[in-house]
């Protein structure tokens, strides 16, 4: 087996399977009622025949606690009709969002896109084009939000795993490290960034061993920074938002993972986006993702 040192043979691929999930809204509160969140206008895309598939869902409220106005989810797939290359589209909009009149926003969508080539294209290019917060806010402040779509970059040059790429895992380390070692970070995320900082130089370590088992999930943000929040106690560190007496939240978090559909197969890589993640603690206690959408696909020859 080469390992990932060595330019492998180009291959090319005739068959794909297209895999795509997004929902609006999905959690659990805990308090101050005791309630599952079913995720809502959840949509999946899982064939080799594409398509187009949409999704709505009016006026949402959990006992006014949480709600939004509108939301809409749409996934599809897609031969390219520039590069003959197959496109997988995976996006969740959500309108007049409010979590405990503490985080609003007037639209949120989350949308992530990939395409596997039909050269050497097990690995796909990815893109976050039409991911947006419109009027977001804490505690009716609004806040600028800085975002970064393309923070994955180009594909992988030899068709190499993003998880094996080292300009994508040194990007990833250094908004990790900005957190873990940012000044009055909270000690439960201080050690949540730490161990994620130490994954990610395991990463580093090993990228070129040409190990073609499943590696675990990385995460990062495509939000690069947060305005000032004119509120006593509020910090910002990086995408995540600590709010005292409520909890954090983090924005435009982004997971590259892994996924094995067949023990024979070379692992396939998969973007997850969640545009607002709240773990609520004081006046709440809950979890709840705003905005999730999921691309990834197979090739097979």
Known sequence: ???????????????????????????HLHRPIDQKIEPQATLTLNDRRGGHLSRSVDQFSLEGLV????????????RSMKTNGWVTLSTSIMDGFNLFEIISADRVVSQVST??????????SVTFLGTQYKNFQVSGFPVA??????????????????????????KVRHQTAQIAEARGLPKALKDQYDEKLAYVDQLISICDNGDQ?????ITCSVVQSIGEIPIPGVKTFGHVIVIPEFGSVSLGELEVGEKQYDPNDRPCVYFTLRSIRAKMGCVADGDTDAGTTTSNGQTKP
């Open 1 to 27: 087996m080469a390992t990932m040192t060595e330019t492998p043979k180009s291959m090319t691929y005739t068959r794909h399977d297209y895999h795509a999930t997004a929902s609006v809204l999905s959690g």
């Open 67 to 78: 709600t939004f106005t509108r939301g809409e989810t749409r996934v599809s797939g897609a």
């Open 115 to 124: 395409e596997h080539a039909e050269v050497d294209g097990h690995i796909p």
């Open 145 to 170: 939000l800085t975002l970064d779509l393309g923070f994955c970059g180009n594909k992988p040059s030899e068709d190499r795993s993003y998880l094996q790429e080292p300009n994508f895992l040194e």
């Open 213 to 217: 088992t499943a590696r675990g999930p």
